[in-house]
Nanobody, 121 residues
């Protein structure tokens, strides 16, 4: 599967952005999808993940209550709605896919190219 992330940009503190990750392939609906981010000088961290049906969603504590992850299997797309953004949310955001059942932690077999989110103070 190939993943194409989009939607990053520059936003002020308190603003919102919606990231999208479009996937190729007919089996998208069977994949666990996740968003990770990597800030300069820091390790990549999992932000949110969703199981194949959307019935099970994980959020990192740092984004809980501010970010919402959803998926549209008919459109082969997963969305990360980010509200109340903070400067510490600044990072390159990567979407990822796995054929494994959702678990935290877990590894992902497929990764998108990343989209940069910059939150100014």
């Amino acid at each position: 599967v190939q993943l194409q992330a989009s939607g990053g940009g520059l936003v002020q503190t308190g603003g919102s952005l919606r990231l999208s990750c479009a996937a190729s392939g007919r089996t998208f609906s069977s994949y666990t999808m996740g968003w990770s981010r990597q800030a300069p000088g820091k390790e990549r961290e999992l932000v949110a993940a969703i199981n194949w049906s959307g019935g099970s969603i994980y959020y990192a504590d740092s984004v809980k209550g501010r970010f919402t992850l959803s998926r549209d299997n008919a459109k082969n797309t997963v969305y990360l709605q980010m509200n109340s953004l903070k400067p510490e949310d600044t990072a390159v955001y990567y979407c990822a896919a796995s054929r494994r059942v959702l678990a935290v932690p877990m590894s992902y077999e497929y990764w998108g190219q990343g989209t940069l989110v910059t939150v100014s103070s």
